[in-house]
């Protein structure tokens, strides 16, 4: 596989999704957020790990946003950003806004609304340790989980003094797949034990498998203020032998997650993966796989 056919699987991935966190998504939690982003226009934000721009778009669908936003994503891989402006502009032509390419950004205009996006190819970290302190609401969606908290959250926070922040889909510990198969237990725990010995290119951690509760005691720990939290669950499962929108795509690829995360793990019996992934990708293909990953939300203000 070429590396434009990895990342357009990737965007693929991002936008098949979508209808799945849609659901997840702890609406009690972002109406928390939102009752407490600053009355003064514009509303900066900053959103880390933006992927294609499908979380701007569901803050707009949503009514999260007020009518004047300058909003800047980051994200690490380049390759998305044309994926990113694809959606983008296909979201504007459906939703009635006028999308316009600038040199400073991208524009999305409605008769009521008005949101100057700057989108930026970086590490998170890196950006977030110079970039200058000004913005308002920080969000970060299905991407905390992917780093360090303790030396990423501090670089994070200090970008909204006084802010608000939205962390959204943050796993948890708990995959489960329905009906059950032979080795569930040992190709989960190994699963799990990856994500907790994930290492940067430069072999510093780089996430954990309990993001979601882990957040709950550092946050507070680093001066900020919880206001809400709450479940966020992926729950995907067939209705009359098949699966709504692309998901039955976004479970195939969480699948690929699973198993090149344990091709070759010394102490996982390959010949057990093997089985194991191939019933689960037929139990796809049948409609006949449920599954469920248990995230959290969380919604506060910084210090």
Avoid: C
Wanted: net charge negative; charged share 20%.
């Amino acid at each position: 596989m070429t590396p434009n056919e990895t990342w357009n699987d990737l965007a693929r991935y991002l936008a098949a999704k979508k209808t799945v966190d849609d659901r997840a998504l702890n609406r009690l939690v972002l109406e928390t957020a939102r009752r407490n982003l600053p009355s003064a226009p514009p509303l900066r934000v900053i959103e880390l790990g933006a992927g294609i721009g499908t979380m701007l778009t569901r803050l707009l669908e949503w009514g999260f946003l007020p009518a004047e936003v300058e909003y800047t994503a980051v994200d690490a891989a380049p390759a998305l950003a044309a994926h990113a402006v694809a959606h983008l502009r296909e979201w504007a032509r459906s939703h009635n806004y006028a999308f316009s390419v600038e040199e400073s950004g991208y524009t999305l205009q409605s008769a009521e609304q008005s949101v100057k996006i700057r989108w930026q190819t970086a590490d998170a970290v890196e950006f977030a340790a110079r970039a200058a302190p000004v913005y308002h609401l920080l969000v970060a969606h299905a991407f905390l989980d992917l780093v360090h908290l303790p030396t990423a959250l501090p670089t994070f926070l200090r970008l909204i003094p006084n802010g608000v922040f939205l962390f959204t889909l943050n796993f948890d510990g708990v995959t489960v797949f329905e009906p059950p198969a032979e080795g569930d237990d040992v190709v989960l725990a190994h699963y799990h034990r990856t994500m907790d010995e994930r290492l940067t290119e430069g072999g510093a951690p780089a996430g954990e498998s309990k993001t979601g509760r882990r957040l709950l005691s550092l946050l507070p720990s680093l001066g900020a203020r919880i206001l809400a939290a709450g479940s966020s669950d992926w729950v995907v499962f067939p209705q009359n032998g098949a699966y709504p929108h692309a998901e039955a795509e976004f479970l195939q690829t969480i699948l690929n997650f699973v198993e090149g995360s344990l091709r070759g793990r010394e102490g996982l019996d390959a010949s057990l993966l093997k089985r194991w992934m191939a019933r689960r990708r037929a139990q796809v293909e049948a409609g006949e796989l449920i599954y469920i990953a248990h995230q959290l939300d969380v919604a506060g203000l910084a210090r």
